[in-house]
């Protein structure tokens, strides 16, 4: 895991009221700024929070936009839903996988790039999709899914 001193979390720790509720969100500001879920921060999290840490680590694990292990500055997902792969999606993969040196789940050691495949975006009229970071691409292609991470 990486190291991470308490103090550069806290100003997230107390952005919020120290509430259960308040739990999803906390971890989505501790993956914005980390790309990934320290595990001192999760347990800084269960503290405040008053929670079971099983109970933050269950939460954690539930949600695929959270992770335990360091993401990429750049996030590249390739949909791999019905709608896409019926499209391209495997060959777009496999274009990706050459091009960045990774297969699906890895980051590279430089921390630049991260690989996923997901089930379904939800935008099977514009399939073939990759989304990088938050903005989504249609009809993609092997060749121009290189051009966009």
């Known amino acids: 895991m990486t190291s ?3 103090a550069s ?3 997230i720790l107390s952005s919020r009221p120290p509430e259960a509720r308040h739990l999803l969100a ?3 500001a501790l993956q914005a700024r980390y790309r990934h879920l320290p595990e001192p ?3 800084a999290v269960a503290e405040r929070l008053s929670l079971p840490l099983a109970r933050v680590f269950a939460v954690a694990g539930f949600y695929r936009a959270l992770s335990f292990k ?3 500055a750049t996030t590249i997902q390739v949909c791999c839903g019905t709608a896409c792969h019926l499209k391209g999606a495997p060959a777009i993969v496999e274009s990706l ?3 960045l040196s990774l297969k ?6 430089e921390g630049r790039h991260t690989l996923e495949g997901v089930n379904c975006l939800g935008a099977c009229a514009l399939a073939p999709v990759v989304v990088v970071d938050d903005r989504v691409y249609g009809r993609q292609t092997a060749e121009t899914a290189r051009t966009l991470g």
């Open 9 to 11: 979390f806290e100003d």
């Open 70 to 72: 360091p993401k990429g």
């Open 41 to 43: 921060a999760l347990r």
């Open 104 to 109: 699906l789940g890895e980051t590279d050691p």
């Open 26 to 28: 906390l971890l989505q």
């Open 4 to 6: 991470v001193a308490p």
């Open 97 to 99: 996988e050459q091009h």
